[in-house]
């Protein structure tokens, strides 16, 4: 009884004052952040600053857009780890997953536990702060981080005032965490929990009810089978209350699992289905598509986003928002038509080069993938150029090298990057010349780059009719900031649309 009076008191020390607007609640408690330039950490953070607390954070060796976005937030961020970044009187420090933090030997770790001050997660924080809250979790293999920032879009511009955490920056939201005062859009993370603690982050949230995007094999470092991987994915489903919604993609995986959940389970595609699904698709700058309902009616959506995955994932959302009856057409119409997408899901760099740099995120096969369709879509006569960074355990494992059989599939021009060294020791991490031959067996036209400047130099000389993608989830050697101003200035005016 002990042990659960101590987790309700440390819940409703995580609250905040009830009723009281974030700009007038008290700080309950100090919370400092180490790792906080990670997605989703700085998105915690500021759903505690926004619920009242007062917040400060560390990070070492990070990269824009991250690292900027985080240093324009307001609170205390210092650029190194150190014992003497903890504030007075601190109440809990929360730590970041990366390999390079280095728990163990983190000073910032070692000084809270030596003062006595609780250690935790993100995850287990945000689950702990929105257990009272109407959850909504956003999950699957690929499109989470874009369902849910549209979400929170469509509910924020329809004035419901949702609180989100999206795990990647969206123009279209005025930050990537919100407390808010009504349902709460969570994107939830399949990725373990911490070296030592090994459920997936959505395991410890609270939802009432779930989108489920995708559910295709990824990190392969931590669930080295499919039925590893989906392990966790059938767990959140059992976790759905039975008056609950679950809306999920119509897909031979999502249909496995789907038994799983008691609660009412409505599908979507961009095929036709027995759900909701998109037709007449017209791509384009903007593209347009009619939404069909499973009773037939026809919401006509237009959209700037780029890719095929877009399409499908705007569905989705429509779908869960509709269903749920949380905004009318009209605002589902607008908030589609006006939401921008989010930084390095297909964002062109460049604005005069006649080659337009376009960056993407490569974490996974599918996401990767997905990219490389999206351009070919949108400029089926240009020849495309890839450059590609392995930063992600997944890409560099050798139990992943068959996704350089085929996930270049379509581009003219492929440079590959090294793999980063940080957690290398943790799998069974590939070369650079690994990845690069078997890149190359699979009859792409492929080059190892090992420094900016000599991809800088490759890509100095081409004709002017390709398009260029950056595909990374790292900072790809500086790449998406060093080159959009160097096009610009070495290919001139648009030539292309």
Same mark, same amino acid.
């Given at each position: 009884?002990?042990?659960?009076?101590?987790?309700?008191?440390?819940?409703?020390?995580?609250?905040?004052?009830?009723?009281?607007?974030?700009?007038?609640?008290?700080?309950?408690?100090?919370?400092?952040?180490?790792?906080?330039?990670?997605?989703?950490?700085?998105?915690?953070?500021?759903?505690?600053?926004?619920?009242?607390?007062?917040?400060?954070?560390?990070?070492?060796?990070?990269?824009?857009?991250?690292?900027?976005?985080?240093?324009?937030?307001?609170?205390?961020?210092?650029?190194?780890?150190?014992?003497?970044?903890?504030?007075?009187?601190?109440?809990?420090?929360?730590?970041?997953?990366?390999?390079?933090?280095?728990?163990?030997?983190?000073?910032?770790?070692?000084?809270?536990?030596?003062?006595?001050?609780?250690?935790?997660?993100?995850? *287990?924080? %945000?689950?702990?702060?929105?257990?009272?809250? $109407?959850?909504?979790? !956003? &999950? =699957?293999?690929? +499109?989470?981080?874009?369902?849910?920032?549209?979400?929170?879009?469509?509910?924020?511009?329809?004035?419901?005032?949702?609180?989100?955490?999206?795990?990647?920056?969206?123009?279209?939201?005025?930050?990537?965490?919100?407390?808010?005062?009504?349902?709460?859009?969570?994107?939830?993370?399949?990725?373990?929990?911490?070296?030592?603690?090994?459920?997936?982050?959505?395991?410890?949230?609270?939802?009432?009810?779930?989108?489920?995007?995708?559910?295709?094999?990824?990190?392969?470092?931590?669930?080295?089978?499919?039925?590893?991987?989906?392990?966790?994915?059938?767990?959140?489903?059992?976790?759905?209350?039975? *008056?609950? %919604?679950?809306?999920?993609?119509?897909?031979? $995986?999502?249909?496995? !699992? &789907? =038994?799983?959940? +008691?609660?009412?389970?409505?599908?979507?595609?961009?095929?036709?289905?027995?759900?909701?699904?998109?037709?007449?698709?017209?791509?384009?700058?903007?593209?347009?598509?009619?939404?069909?309902?499973?009773?037939?009616?026809?919401?006509?959506?237009?959209?700037?986003?780029?890719?095929?995955?877009?399409?499908?994932?705007?569905?989705?959302?429509?779908?869960?928002?509709?269903?749920?009856?949380?905004?009318?057409?009209?605002?589902?119409?607008?908030?589609?038509?006006?939401?921008?997408?989010?930084?390095?899901?297909?964002?062109?760099?460049?604005?005069?080069?006649?080659?337009?740099?376009?960056?993407?995120?490569?974490?996974?096969?599918?996401?990767?993938?997905?990219?490389?369709?999206?351009?070919?879509?949108?400029?089926?006569?240009?020849?495309?150029?890839?450059?590609?960074?392995?930063?992600?355990?997944?890409?560099?494992?050798?139990?992943?090298?068959?996704?350089?059989?085929?996930?270049?599939?379509?581009?003219?021009?492929?440079?590959?990057?090294?793999?980063?060294?940080?957690?290398?020791?943790?799998?069974?991490?590939?070369?650079?010349?690994?990845?690069?031959?078997?890149?190359?067996?699979?009859?792409?036209?492929?080059?190892?780059?090992?420094?900016?400047?000599?991809?800088?130099?490759?890509?100095?000389?081409?004709?002017?009719?390709?398009?260029?993608?950056?595909?990374?989830?790292?900072?790809?050697?500086?790449?998406?900031?060093?080159?959009?101003?160097?096009?610009?200035?070495?290919?001139?005016?648009?030539?292309?649309?």
């Amino acid at each position: 009884m002990a042990g659960r009076d101590a987790e309700i008191s440390r819940r409703a020390a995580l609250a905040p004052v009830r009723g009281a607007k974030p700009q007038d609640a008290r700080a309950e408690m100090r919370i400092h952040f180490t790792g906080i330039a990670g997605a989703g950490m700085s998105a915690v953070a500021l759903m505690m600053r926004d619920a009242g607390h007062e917040i400060s954070g560390s990070d070492e060796d990070v990269f824009p857009p991250m690292s900027t976005y985080v240093e324009g937030l307001g609170f205390p961020f210092h650029r190194r780890f150190d014992a003497a970044n903890l504030p007075d009187g601190l109440d809990v420090l929360v730590l970041g997953t990366s390999a390079k933090l280095g728990a163990e030997s983190n000073p910032e770790v070692i000084a809270a536990r030596a003062r006595g001050v609780r250690v935790t997660t993100f995850a *287990e924080m %945000l689950g702990e702060a929105t257990c009272e809250r $109407a959850v909504t979790v !956003v &999950a =699957g293999s690929f +499109g989470k981080s874009t369902c849910t920032a549209l979400m929170a879009h469509v509910l924020e511009q329809a004035g419901a005032r949702p609180g989100w955490m999206v795990g990647a920056i969206s123009p279209s939201l005025p930050a990537t965490g919100q407390w808010g005062a009504g349902e709460v859009v969570l994107e939830g993370d399949e990725y373990i929990v911490s070296s030592s603690d090994r459920r997936s982050k959505f395991e410890l949230y609270h939802p009432a009810h779930l989108l489920l995007t995708s559910l295709v094999h990824d990190h392969v470092n931590v669930f080295p089978t499919f039925e590893d991987y989906e392990a966790p994915f059938r767990k959140l489903l059992r976790r759905i209350p039975g *008056e609950g %919604l679950v809306v999920m993609r119509d897909h031979p $995986a999502t249909r496995a !699992v &789907a =038994g799983e959940t +008691g609660a009412r389970v409505v599908w979507y595609d961009t095929a036709p289905c027995e759900g909701w699904f998109a037709a007449d698709v017209v791509f384009g700058e903007t593209t347009r598509f009619d939404l069909v309902a499973p009773d037939g009616r026809r919401i006509a959506l237009t959209t700037q986003l780029l890719g095929a995955h877009n399409v499908e994932n705007i569905v989705g959302v429509a779908a869960y928002l509709l269903e749920r009856g949380l905004v009318s057409e009209a605002a589902l119409v607008r908030g589609v038509a006006g939401f921008a997408g989010i930084r390095r899901r297909l964002d062109r760099l460049t604005t005069t080069s006649r080659i337009p740099v376009i960056e993407g995120f490569g974490s996974s096969y599918e996401k990767a993938h997905s990219a490389i369709g999206a351009m070919r879509l949108h400029y089926p006569d240009r020849p495309l150029v890839v450059v590609f960074e392995p930063h992600t355990f997944s890409w560099r494992s050798r139990d992943a090298l068959p996704w350089y059989d085929s996930v270049f599939e379509g581009a003219a021009r492929v440079l590959i990057c090294p793999p980063p060294v940080h957690g290398a020791g943790s799998h069974h991490q590939s070369t650079f010349e690994e990845i690069l031959a078997r890149a190359q067996g699979s009859g792409v036209a492929a080059l190892g780059v090992a420094s900016a400047q000599e991809a800088t130099e490759a890509l100095s000389h081409l004709h002017g009719d390709e398009v260029v993608l950056l595909l990374s989830s790292g900072p790809l050697l500086g790449l998406p900031d060093s080159l959009p101003p160097l096009f610009d200035r070495l290919y001139g005016a648009p030539a292309y649309a």
